[in-house]
């Protein structure tokens, strides 16, 4: 049975950090890119970074670019996000997910159709 478990959430004021960590279970985690996407309320979902299977080659939104790190660990199955520099803007709830390299760049079209884990809220206010 797959399981992402998000975590890492929370509170935090502008300019503030965060690490958001997606813990993986129930199929081979190497095999599979993954994705950390986010909804803020009344958005539409937003794939925020996404990084290849081995981990060599990573992908971020505009408008997290150079605040936002992807990384992942394969041997504890776990994807994390660090997050820097903090914006309101970046208040949602942040979910992770695996698939293709191509196809993570089009999971939020299917969105309600799709397994997600409970996601993490993130909220950035002074």
């Known amino acids: 049975q797959v399981q992402l478990v998000e975590s890492g959430g929370g509170l935090v004021q502008p300019g503030g950090s965060l690490r958001l960590s997606c813990a993986v279970s129930?199929?081979?985690?190497?095999?599979?890119?993954m994705g950390w996407y986010r909804q803020a309320p009344g958005k539409e979902c937003e794939l925020v970074a996404a990084?290849?299977?081995?981990?060599?080659?990573?992908n971020y939104a505009h408008s997290v670019k150079g605040r936002f790190t992807i990384f992942r660990d394969n041997a504890k199955n776990t994807v994390y996000l660090q997050m820097n520099s903090l914006k309101p803007e970046d208040t949602a709830v942040y979910y992770c997910?695996?698939?293709?390299?191509?196809?993570?760049?089009?999971?939020?079209?299917?969105?309600?159709?799709?397994?997600w884990g409970q996601g993490t809220q993130v909220t950035v206010s002074s």
């Open positions: 997910n695996a698939d293709s390299w191509l196809l993570l760049f089009r999971l939020c079209d299917e969105f309600s159709k799709l397994y």
């Open positions: 129930g199929f081979t985690f190497s095999n599979y890119a």
């Open positions: 990084i290849t299977s081995a981990g060599d080659t990573t």
